[in-house]
Structures are given as structure tokens and as C-alpha cells.
């Protein structure tokens, strides 16, 4: 039985020819009815090997070699945001349409803004935590950006993940109390792996606070979102699925030429926190 990274070198192994964002590719049951063809692939002499330099690493030593491998990256305008979204969160079964986060929802991709009842980009790293606002870097990060529901959006603000609390108006399977937010199961995971790249991503090194995960609710403006615990739960109970893995290819392909590691290798997750 092959692996998921061996399944994920042979896709990356097929290049971005194959894997370009086109209506053929991906739009209705044909981006489904493709993709096992796809994983089946046979895998390249030579991946390519994005994560060369990690072998043998853990912990610290392999959250700094991550750092560095994934802050080679193209940095988006808030504006493109829109345009990307429209790609990486698209919904399967119908290309008109995206697929919000939290909700599940799909909706078309022209009701962006707007209406309470239209969506538009949740920054599951919730801005305010660590300030970078809208600017482009973590603002414009669309490995963490998200479709959402208006009014959604507004109901989660900048409440740290946790489980629990009362179902949220308009989001089926997600509960809030006053200092976190819970979203359906169906997203737990891909939620934790965003928090987490998140953390990895940005280490202060650059014009941005140092973004790091803790173990608790209610923090407010300082540059860290809780709760450890629950996301490190979170990303065992829901592993990534094929549209998690797609959303992270057609990023790199793409738009801004970094991935997502714990998408790729989500073992990493325990290593590193
Ligand atoms: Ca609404
Ligand atoms: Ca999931
Ligand atoms: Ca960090």
C-alpha cells in the first residue's frame, strides 16, 4: 500500500501541466472521477523533493528547515485573495461556485462581498491576533484565507478554536461561546494544519510578529491562537481528504509556490508542537 507522501510525490511528479486549473481538470465529478487516476501515477525517479534538507529532522530543527523551505513564496495583493479563493476553494461538484469554510456551504463564486448572505475571505488566523491586518503577508496568506459566509464570519471574529458552546445561526455543526469557536468536523482538521503552518510560516523574522499556537482561549491582540491541545486533536480525528491536498497543490502550482507541510506530512504536526 502506497503511502500518502508517495502519492503526493506522484502528483507532484506529473508537474504543472497536469495539474493546471482548468474546468477539464476540475470542475463537476470529473476533478473526483480524475484524481485516483492521478494518485496512481507511478512516482518520478526524482520527486523533486520540496521538503529536501528535513530527513532525520524533529522538532525545533525541523520547524526552522520548514521555515525557511516555505517562506519562498509569492506574496498576493488582498485583491487577489479574491481571484485565488475563487481556484483553491472551489467547489467540486460545481465550478461556478465555492465551498465556505465553516458553513459548507456552496455558493456562487460572483456573491463575494457584500450581502450578509454573500462570503467573503475569513482569515482563520484571525487577524488581530499578531495585527497584520490586511497588508499582504499573513493578511494575504491564502493558505489560512478561507470563503465564509458575511454574517458567519462576523459571528467567529477572533475567537481562539475550542470545542463547545452554543450552534451557531447559518453554520450547521458549529458552536461558539464567548471565547472560542468550534467548527464542523468535517474542517477540524484542516483548520488545525492552516493555525499550524500559520506558526511555522511566520517567526518574526520579517515585518510581522512571531505567530505561535498556545494551549488557551482569550488571546486577544497577542500574536497567538489557542487551543493547542484541541488542534493537535483536531488534526488526528479529521486527516486530509482530497480536496485539503488539491486546495494545497493548486497553492503551490499556482499562486504562491509554497505548500502547506502538514497537509503533505501531517505526522509532522506532533513532531514539531
Ligand atoms: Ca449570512
Ligand atoms: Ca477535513
Ligand atoms: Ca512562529
Redesign the pocket.
Known amino acids: 500500500m502506497r503511502t500518502r507522501s508517495t502519492l503526493l510525490r506522484a502528483v507532484a511528479g506529473l508537474g504543472v501541466g497536469a495539474l493546471a486549473v482548468t474546468p477539464a481538470v476540475v470542475a463537476g465529478p470529473s476533478y473526483a472521477a480524475s484524481h485516483p487516476a492521478v494518485a496512481h501515477a507511478d512516482p518520478p525517479a526524482d520527486p523533486g523533493d520540496y521538503y529536501a534538507g528535513t530527513d532525520g529532522l524533529s522538532g525545533a530543527a525541523l520547524?526552522a528547515k520548514l521555515?525557511e523551505i516555505i517562506s519562498k513564496q509569492t506574496v498576493l495583493s488582498y485583491d487577489g485573495v479574491w481571484d485565488a479563493l475563487k481556484d483553491t476553494d472551489q467547489d467540486p461538484a460545481n465550478s461556478s461556485n465555492v465551498i465556505e469554510i465553516y458553513s459548507g456551504r456552496s455558493t456562487p463564486k460572483t456573491n463575494n462581498g457584500g450581502d450578509p448572505d454573500n462570503w467573503n475571505r475569513e482569515h482563520v488566523w484571525a487577524k488581530s491576533h499578531g495585527g497584520f491586518d490586511t497588508v499582504p503577508g499573513p493578511g494575504t496568506d491564502v493558505h489560512h484565507l478561507r470563503p465564509e459566509d458575511v454574517s458567519v464570519n462576523a459571528d467567529r471574529g477572533n475567537l481562539d478554536f475550542d470545542n463547545g458552546g452554543s450552534a451557531v445561526d447559518q453554520c450547521a455543526d458549529c458552536f461558539s461561546d464567548a471565547d472560542s469557536w468550534e467548527p464542523r468536523d468535517a474542517v477540524k482538521g484542516d483548520v488545525a494544519r492552516m493555525i499550524f503552518y500559520?506558526?511555522?510560516?511566520?517567526?518574526?523574522d520579517d515585518a510581522f510578529a512571531?505567530?505561535?499556537?498556545n494551549d488557551r482561549v482569550g488571546n486577544g491582540t497577542a500574536?497567538n491562537i489557542g487551543t493547542l491541545s484541541t488542534l493537535k486533536a483536531w488534526s488526528q480525528q479529521d486527516p486530509p481528504d482530497a480536496f485539503e491536498q488539491r486546495r494545497n497543490e493548486v497553492i503551490f502550482t499556482t499562486w504562491q509556490h509554497n505548500r502547506n507541510p502538514f497537509v503533505d506530512h501531517p505526522e509532522w504536526v506532533a513532531s514539531i508542537f
Open positions: 520547524k521555515h500559520m506558526a511555522v510560516r511566520y517567526e518574526g512571531n505567530l505561535e499556537v500574536p
